[in-house]
């Protein structure tokens, strides 16, 4: 039998992590900062970015270091990519994971403001594109490297409108535009693709697609949701990071091009 010990060790690896300083980017660092990666988180915060990178640091006692960066500019990617290689020598792992919510995000769809359906399409998808055009020339040197991007239940089925009725975040009404939606199910087979189109360059690309994640929605939608849902609840953050640091380890190195939906049994209704 094998030794499966060190199945989860990620020590000498460097990740990288978009919209790092973010709910969920942060919880991801620390997940894989905690079985030994070292750490750069990207976000367009700066302060929070670097201030979190300083916290993984002393917390893990692994190299962290925050990078303030505009990922849908591509001059400003092709000046992370050299900067994380000068910095960190390798990169072995990105979660591409950044997401915005632009003003007028919740707008509906015959009121949708063109500019904010391109913002977020130049997020949640050009920016995962640079990123990867940027950073694979050196996986693919190496003929090593790990993909993984993040997507969402709603790239892979509807919404569910009925849930939205007296919903409110943060004070305001809300539902899931078509822009996320479509963006998300573009995230999907775009990692189908780049998993096919990077096989034999020794790189790996894999999904992840989590469920609703509480983050203070109002009672209503809590209620709205947690009714749809086989486990009868909305996802914590940490529950989603599991899937993230088997995904970013030796545990799942005959996997590319694969999706793992981790949403509380929402898309098996």
Same mark, same amino acid.
């Given at each position: ?161 009925? &849930?939205?009725? !007296?919903?409110? /975040?943060? +004070? ?7 822009? *996320? @939606? %479509? ?24 999904? &992840?697609?989590? !469920?609703?994640? /509480?983050? +203070? ?7 709205? *949701? @947690? %009714? ?42």
């Amino acid at each position: 039998m094998g030794d499966y010990k060190n199945i989860f060790n990620l020590r000498n690896c460097t990740a990288v992590i978009t919209g790092g300083a973010g709910m969920l980017g942060s919880e991801f660092a620390g997940g894989v900062a905690s079985y030994g990666a070292n750490i750069a988180l990207v976000d367009i915060d700066k302060d929070k970015c670097q201030n979190s990178a300083q916290e993984l640091a002393s917390e893990f006692n692994i190299k962290a270091k925050g990078y303030c960066c505009d990922i849908t500019q591509e001059d400003q990617v092709n000046k992370l990519a050299e900067d994380l290689l000068n910095d960190f020598s390798s990169v072995d792992i990105l979660i591409n994971n950044a997401a915005v919510q632009p003003p007028g995000f919740f707008a509906s769809l015959c009121d949708y403001p063109l500019s904010t359906w391109q913002k977020v399409l130049d997020v949640n998808m050009t920016a995962v594109f640079l990123m990867v055009k940027y950073i694979s020339p050196h996986m693919k040197k190496r003929k090593q490297g790990n993909i993984i991007n993040v997507s969402s239940i709603y790239g892979v089925v509807a919404p569910d409108q009925r &849930i939205y009725r !007296g919903a409110e /975040y943060r +004070g305001n009404q809300i539902n899931t535009p078509l822009a *996320y @939606s %479509a963006t998300k199910g573009a995230i999907v087979q775009m990692t189908r693709y780049l998993a096919a189109y990077f096989a034999a360059d020794g790189i790996r690309v894999n999904c &992840i697609t989590p !469920g609703g994640v /509480y983050s +203070g929605q109002n009672k209503t939608f809590l209620e709205n *949701y @947690s %009714a749809r849902v086989p486990l009868g609840r909305m996802a914590h953050r940490h529950e989603i990071t599991g899937a993230v640091i088997f995904l970013a380890s030796p545990a799942s190195s005959y996997m590319t091009g694969q999706n793992i939906i981790v949403d509380g049994g929402w898309t098996i209704w």
